[in-house]
């Protein structure tokens, strides 16, 4: 895949995910059904996309140790983020019902160490070496200095209220589509920018 189409992608089906997940819960729960199944796959796409996003960049910022400590802890945190997402289409086929999707995510969580590895600890390592990558590279001028507050933005957002979920998307995609553009297919070096 070009990496260019992968910085593009991965923040527009963050923002299909943030739009359908809202639809879904139009009618006072999200999930189980076509809404919710739809909205999480397009969310783990955006994630296997995010692979090479990484990758890329490390290769933008030199391919150096802190570069590559940044991307494989951003790849941990992928895996986590993706068990916890193909866990939820899982559990939605599974469901009859929000409840019944409850109880079986209640089952799911009590298995030792699920819950830190999959929910409360393992996707944050996405973020952190998200947000490690595009400041390293502002660092090294190799994007504007003001790229990495959008990408902030788009972490926080969802703490604050996950229907921002589309609006951080949004601010994802605007650090990113500078980065698609200084993407090369060849290994030779990289734009300083100005």
């Known amino acids: 895949m070009n990496p260019r189409v992968a910085f593009v992608a991965a ?20 999930g189980p059904g076509l809404a919710w199944t739809t909205g999480h796959l397009a969310f783990v796409a955006a994630l296997i ?11 933008m910022a030199g391919g150096d140790t802190l570069s590559t400590v940044s991307a494989a802890i951003g790849i941990l945190g992928i895996l986590a983020v993706s068990t916890q997402f193909v866990i939820d289409v899982v559990v ?22 699920v819950s830190i590895a999959v929910y409360d600890g393992g996707p944050f390592l996405f973020y952190i070496g998200q947000l490690a990558l595009v ?4 660092v090294l001028r190799r994007v504007k200095v003001w790229t990495p507050f959008p990408v902030l933005a788009d972490l926080l957002l969802p703490l604050v209220d996950k229907d921002l979920i589309p609006l951080g998307a949004v601010f994802l995609l605007v650090s990113f589509v500078p980065l698609a553009g200084q993407v090369s297919r060849t290994a030779g070096p990289v734009p300083v920018a100005v």
């Open 11 to 30: 923040p527009l089906l963050i923002l299909a995910y943030g739009v359908i997940r809202i639809l879904d819960g139009l009618d006072g729960s999200r």
């Open 49 to 59: 996309l995010f692979v090479p996003v990484f990758w890329q960049m490390r290769r």
């Open 92 to 113: 939605g086929f599974l469901a009859v019902d929000h409840a019944g999707m409850s109880v079986l995510f209640d089952r799911i969580q009590a298995v030792p160490g």
């Open 135 to 138: 400041s390293q590279l502002a």
